[in-house]
């Protein structure tokens, strides 16, 4: 079970509204993940906080009674330092930091291996400019005076 579906679980279970199959999975996930339990406890004090001990009626009082009842409340659980959530954004960039690097480490040492195919000069700088694309033109054509022109031979 993913973590976003153990906390969708986890809000079920707290309304009683979670099948027992699922409640067996989510208490599988729980043992297994200590992100999730934190989250739990955490809802679990969120709901005692809000759900109230005795029936306030609302009038002159009920605000002095609501500040009442949450300085009463226990502290809030403390999430541990070593929390998954807490590390998880950190972990996410190291990594892809790590692949950054190792990437173009891979790139650097295969360019190396690999030879460009030889070919003479004159032919690749000919053949890059599309020098000979007009040379099979009649020497008067539009494209053969071009041709001439890219060769150097007109000024």
């Known amino acids: 079970m993913r973590c976003i579906k153990a906390r969708k679980n986890i809000s079920l279970a707290m309304d009683d509204r979670l099948a027992p199959a699922a409640r067996a999975g989510l208490q599988e996930h729980l043992q297994a993940c200590p992100s999730c339990l934190e989250w739990q406890r955490e809802q679990s004090w969120l709901r005692d906080l809000v759900r109230p001990k005795q029936a306030i009626e609302p009038g002159p ?24 959530l807490f590390y998880r954004p950190m972990v996410l960039r190291a990594a892809m930091l790590l692949l950054l690097v190792f990437s173009a480490l891979l790139g650097f040492s295969l360019s190396g291996r690999f030879e460009a195919p030889t070919v003479a000069v004159g032919t ?19 494209g053969g005076v071009y041709d001439r022109l890219l060769q150097g031979e007109l000024q």
């Not at 009082?61 to 998954?84: C, D, E, I, K, T």
């Not at 690749?124 to 539009?142: E, V």
Request: no cysteine; charged share 15%.
């Open 124 to 142: 690749a700088f000919n053949q890059t400019l599309n020098l000979d694309a007009f040379a099979d033109l009649p020497g008067d054509s539009f």
């Open 61 to 84: 009082g009920f605000y002095a009674g609501v500040m009442a009842q949450v300085a009463a409340a226990p502290r809030r659980p403390r999430l541990s330092a070593f929390s998954s």
